[in-house]
């Protein structure tokens, strides 16, 4: 059984157009993340859920749209791609933000905007 | 602000051959700091997690350890099946407990 499951795993598509990726995790977490991986491998947190709960939304532009519909999924929703956009983009959920404890982390979603 | 570097941005080693990774931080006031891998494809998985200078965690080849300024990540006889990007990340208790993560270590052991 995987833990924390996204889709699709790879997404190509054209500037300009909208498109969706999803996260779920079976682990029973409060917590889930959204992070960005470029080019460098940077790892740089979008946002953080708790419970349903916005709590990290770290300065990205509102093209991009979380929706937690219960707190076993976080998907990722992105509104008029551009060229910047394209990234690897990963979900990742923890027992709980405040208690230090490690993420689990799904296996990417490579996204590449044309 | 809160930033993690990591030295050296690649490694490449002999198999056997020991080394060390370098994690440096600057964090106000930190809540733990994390060790992961990552292999290519796939996303980063949990190796260790240290609280307070002077810790020490071992997993296999693999230790790590904690000052107040910097993590290293020791590796000792590597093989190749260790060949891997290392991540190190921090949690500050400051930043709604955000995890920020280094820009990572590649690692090769060649045979």
């Known amino acids: 059984d995987t833990a924390v499951s996204q889709t699709p795993k790879y997404l190509v598509t054209q500037m300009g157009n909208d498109k969706s990726i999803k996260c779920e995790q079976n682990?029973?977490?409060?917590?889930m993340y959204w992070y960005k991986q470029d080019s460098k491998k940077f790892l740089k947190i979008m946002f953080s859920?708790?419970?349903?709960?916005?709590?990290i939304n770290e300065t990205v532009p509102n093209r991009f749209s979380p929706k937690s519909p219960d707190k076993a999924h976080l998907n990722l929703h992105i509104n008029s791609l551009e060229l910047g956009d394209s990234a690897v983009y990963f979900c990742?959920?923890?027992?709980?933000?405040?208690?230090?404890?490690?993420?689990?982390f799904g296996s990417g979603t490579q996204l590449s905007v044309l | 602000e809160d930033q993690v570097t990591q030295s050296p941005e690649a490694l490449r080693l002999q198999e056997g051959e020991s080394s060390s990774l370098n994690c440096s931080y600057t964090?106000?006031?930190?809540?733990?700091l994390f060790w992961y891998r990552q292999d290519p494809g796939k996303g980063p998985e949990f190796l260790f997690t240290?609280?307070?200078a002077g810790e020490e965690k071992e997993k296999e080849r693999l230790k790590a350890t904690l000052t107040k300024k910097e993590s290293f990540l020791h590796i000792t006889a590597p093989k190749p099946e260790d060949s891997a990007t290392y991540l190190c990340?921090?949690?500050?208790?400051?930043?709604?407990?955000?995890?920020?993560f280094g820009p990572g270590t590649s690692l090769s052991v060649i045979p």
């Open positions: 240290l609280y307070s």
């Open positions: 990340a921090v949690q500050a208790r400051t930043s709604y407990d955000k995890v920020i």
């Open positions: 964090v106000s006031g930190l809540r733990g």
């Open positions: 859920y708790n419970n349903k709960e916005l709590i």
């Open positions: 990742a959920s923890s027992t709980n933000r405040e208690r230090n404890e490690k993420l689990f």
């Open positions: 682990l029973g977490h409060d917590t």
